[in-house]
């Protein structure tokens, strides 16, 4: 692998210990700057061509990506794009445009400069809106990097009894981030709602809402529109209580008329 390659390999950028690590000279690193292959972005990073933007801004705060900016690097859920950097730079001084973190409690990225995933989602407990960061947690535990349990150990007392009740929404399972604002938001409205049930004749269905309904969660309409989707069910439920919904009279041809 050439220099070009393994910053590439990089999102474009690195620091010149991983570089000399990875066995580049500083002589390999003088002539590729020279010939315009990289270029220094300070003092012992160096940079390629079309070098990851988030990457780049870490590295020149002297910090790591965290909360909903580190989320795309786990392959996490959000609800929307970050405005905003979030950063973990650990040394207390006001950088514009920059949401600084705590200081870091976990082992970070092994070579992106990026939080580790326990601190990336703690950062998160504590500073997006509640759906925003449950979720962010629920990608994470579907795909078995932590687990709810660990997140609860770390994040004791007072202060963290939003982000711990954060956590307690957790599902067992969730497949896509519409099951778990779909769970969060008919759960709220006094609903009973089982998940990925398995249904004699039919399958398993994705949603059962009071042991009657079956919601099929398969489009993201409703994810930015809660209050449309509970009302939606909520007049089929109140219909079928109405007795607007009685016995079919139409006989399949495969089933013998009685």
């Known amino acids: 692998m050439d220099l070009t390659q393994f910053l590439r390999s990089r999102l474009g950028a690195a620091r010149t210990a991983d570089l000399k690590r990875a066995g580049f000279s500083e002589r390999t690193l003088a002539s590729a700057l020279n010939n315009g292959v990289i270029t220094r972005l300070q ?9 990851d933007p988030d990457v780049v801004a870490a590295f ?8 909903i900016s580190a989320a795309r690097f786990y392959g996490l859920w ?5 405005e905003t950097s979030h950063l973990s730079c650990g040394n207390g001084l006001p950088k514009p445009q920059v949401v600084d973190h705590a200081c870091m409690a976990h082992p970070p990225h092994p070579y992106l400069p990026v939080a580790g995933v326990a601190d990336v989602l703690i950062h998160a407990l504590r500073c997006r809106p509640e759906l925003e960061s449950l979720v962010m947690v629920q990608s994470a535990v579907s795909q078995a990097l932590l687990s709810p349990d660990y997140l609860r150990s770390k994040l004791a007392g007072p202060r963290n009894g939003r982000a711990r ?4 929404l ?4 969730a497949d896509s981030l519409l099951e778990v604002l779909a769970h969060v938001h008919f759960t709220r409205a006094g609903l009973r709602v089982k998940m990925h049930v398995q249904l004699p004749g039919v399958g398993e269905v994705d949603c059962l809402i009071n042991d009657c309904l079956v919601i099929e969660l398969d489009g993201g309409t409703h994810v930015h529109h809660p209050g449309k989707m509970v009302a939606e069910v909520l007049i ?23």
């Open 78 to 82: 959000i609800l929307r794009e970050p």
């Open 165 to 168: 009740a954060v956590v307690g």
């Open 236 to 258: 089929v439920l109140g219909n079928r209580e109405a007795g607007h919904f009685g016995p079919s009279r139409w006989t399949p041809k495969w089933v013998p008329a009685s």
């Open 170 to 173: 957790v599902l067992p399972r």
């Open 43 to 51: 003092r012992g990073v160096y940079v390629t061509k079309g070098a």
């Open 60 to 67: 020149r705060a002297n910090g790591r990506l965290t909360c």
